[in-house]
């Protein structure tokens, strides 16, 4: 592989059609450099989003999780009811194939949760689930939710935000661009899904976190 420049041998490394992407939106001069500068700068704040999002995902599960043992008991992922609840799709994700592929040879209730997928705990919040779960329990398990928003009002943004998040998040684990993305709109529904739990958490998670600098210093 000869390259004329060590830029160029990053290109080819790369490759032509990934550096692209950096290209297209770059103003800097020459390109090259600054494209490779904005792919460094969206690898970092990548990794630097991980953190806040490992956060957000383990308050809202353990929400969820409190949710279910009020209703199901402590044991919820072995419980017949609960399963024959959630749906069960041909196609597409398949909450009840998750929950039974998780608990194999799991024997307790915590070593499950971490088993279940992002996208498990977002299904839990929608319409489907307001009666049961829901009406009862979400401001228990989130006690600092808005007053003045009905349930389902409530219910539905949690949904809409974990979708975005799952989005990023998704577009993370895979390595793909996320500069394109309001980064400062996702710290802060990050940041209001923690608080809805835990106010002194999301505080915890904005002073032990980088993301938010490394968002001001994006390349041109």
Known sequence: MASNSPDQAIKEALSAARLGTYEAPTTAVPMLPGALALYAWNAQISAAMLAPLHLCEVVMRNAVSDALVAIYGADWPWSITFLTSLPNPPMGFNPTKDLT????????????????????????????????????????????????????????????????????????????????????????KIHDLIAFRCPITSAWMTHNQQAQALIATRPP
Not at 118 to 129: A, D, H, S
Not at 141 to 162: A, D, F, M, W
């Open 101 to 188: 592929k998780a608990r194999h040879n799991k024997t307790t209730t915590g070593s499950v949760i971490p088993e279940l997928k992002f996208v498990f705990w977002q299904t839990m919040f929608t319409r489907r689930f307001d009666v049961r779960i829901w009406n009862p329990h979400l401001r228990v398990v989130l006690p600092h939710l808005n007053p003045h928003k009905t349930t389902q009002q409530l219910r539905g943004l949690i949904y809409s935000e974990l979708e975005q998040l799952r989005k990023l998040r998704n577009r993370i684990a895979h390595h793909e661009p996320i500069f394109l993305r309001n980064l400062p709109d996702d710290f802060q």
